[in-house]
């Protein structure tokens, strides 16, 4: 059974009063008009005898039939459940019809008073039908605003699953890189090995503490890229050149957190070579609401043999962008002279 909410309580309260101000105008209206108590009194009679089989017919819908039989696909016991209660409510036609004889001081009724009769109560009959209906439709139109409402709730869930899967998805990849570079560096130099053991310790504290938040200042995203670059600098040799540039007028402005990383990264493996010369350049730009990411690399694919982080980069980024800034940036991806060129716009 569905639990009761505090929003249903104030649904049927609300229901409650618009047939209150519906049973009671016209008592109302009696008792301002005459100021007389008997009069009032009988206004209240005939309005309730008018309005009790449409005040049922419209809570018994909105409540029971609409709920486990129409909405359940139950048409034509919905339909011949709504007769029977319609016709049930309104037997009195039918017993006046019946008794007439037996009614005292009744007076005789020709024929034209008896179709007047009986269409007045096939009238009053149709009247019900059409309560059941409204009734009906302030439910489906209820029950659709719910329903998109959980559609809405369970995206946003899945949403927010999903970006965090994809951003820890990020964090291995870049550290298992990093810590082959520094393994390197070692057996090179100990002093500049341990200095990058304090930079790849302060990118896992921003990583494991400043980025589970949905938006982040770029300020931090520009430190953690900077520390990321030097890292992944260890890896090159003479024949690479890396430049990288960072302009930020507004230091203060959020963006999702790792949202450039992967490709850093993939610039850094596609982009050099150990006998070739080879060039990485990136560009981050922001003004008040916009941001600008751009990097250029030289481009040596991996062959077929090297899997490494195959289908985390590009692909991962593309998806997060999707779902974090849809309809809100541009992405320009061309290679033109073997350079590999990517360039993302976001309006923030």
């Known amino acids: 059974?569905?639990?009761?909410?505090?929003?249903?309580?104030?649904?049927?309260?609300?229901?409650?009063?618009?047939?209150?101000?519906?049973?009671?105008?016209?008592?109302?209206?009696?008792?301002?008009?005459?100021?007389?108590?008997?009069?009032?009194?009988?206004?209240?009679?005939?309005?309730?005898?008018?309005?009790?089989?449409?005040?049922?017919?419209?809570?018994?819908?909105?409540?029971?039939?609409?709920?486990?039989?129409?909405?359940?696909?139950?048409?034509?016991?919905?339909?011949?459940?709504?007769?029977?209660?319609?016709?049930?409510?309104?037997?009195?036609?039918?017993?006046?019809?019946?008794?007439?004889?037996?009614?005292?001081?009744?007076?005789?009724?020709?024929?034209?008073?008896w179709i007047g009769f009986f269409s007045g109560m096939l009238m009053f009959i149709l009247l019900n039908c059409v309560i059941a209906a409204v009734a009906i439709g302030i439910r489906h139109f209820i029950r659709t605003r719910q329903?998109?409402?959980?559609?809405?709730?369970?995206?946003?869930?899945?949403?927010?699953?999903?970006?965090?899967?994809?951003?820890?998805?990020?964090?291995?990849?870049?550290?298992?890189?990093?810590?082959?570079?520094?393994?390197?560096?070692?057996?090179i130099d100990p002093d500049a090995a341990q200095d990058a053991i304090a930079q790849l310790s302060d990118l896992l504290r921003y990583a494991m503490y400043e980025t589970n938040k949905k938006m982040v200042p770029i300020s931090g995203e520009v430190e953690f890229m900077r520390n990321y670059i030097s890292l992944m600098k260890l890896r090159c040799n003479e024949k690479a050149v890396v430049n990288s540039q960072f302009s930020t007028s507004n230091s203060q402005l959020e963006i999702a957190p790792l949202l450039f990383i992967s490709l850093i990264e993939n610039a850094f493996k596609h982009g050099l070579s150990s006998n070739r010369d080879s060039r990485i350049d990136i560009l981050l730009t922001t003004d008040e609401h916009q941001l600008t990411f751009a990097c250029d690399n030289t481009n040596f694919p991996k062959d077929d043999a090297d899997r490494s982080g195959s289908g985390i980069g590009i692909e991962n980024t593309r998806r997060r962008m999707d779902l974090i800034y849809k309809d809100r940036y541009t992405w320009e991806q061309t290679i033109e002279d073997n350079i590999y060129k990517v360039k993302i716009t976001i309006q923030l």
Request: include cysteine; proline fraction near 5%.
């Open 147 to 187: 329903i998109k409402q959980q559609l809405a709730d369970e995206k946003a869930k899945n949403t927010e699953a999903e970006l965090a899967w994809l951003k820890n998805q990020i964090n291995p990849h870049f550290l298992f890189n990093t810590l082959n570079n520094i393994s390197s560096l070692t057996q």
């Open 1 to 113: 059974m569905k639990k009761i909410e505090k929003k249903d309580i104030w649904l049927l309260i609300a229901q409650v009063a618009v047939w209150a101000v519906v049973l009671f105008a016209l008592p109302l209206a009696t008792l301002l008009s005459t100021q007389d108590m008997t009069s009032t009194r009988t206004s209240f009679l005939v309005a309730w005898g008018l309005f009790q089989s449409p005040i049922v017919v419209y809570f018994v819908n909105f409540y029971l039939f609409g709920p486990y039989l129409f909405f359940k696909r139950r048409y034509w016991l919905f339909v011949l459940c709504n007769l029977v209660l319609i016709l049930g409510l309104n037997s009195q036609f039918f017993l006046l019809y019946y008794h007439r004889n037996s009614i005292p001081n009744m007076p005789p009724m020709d024929a034209n008073m």
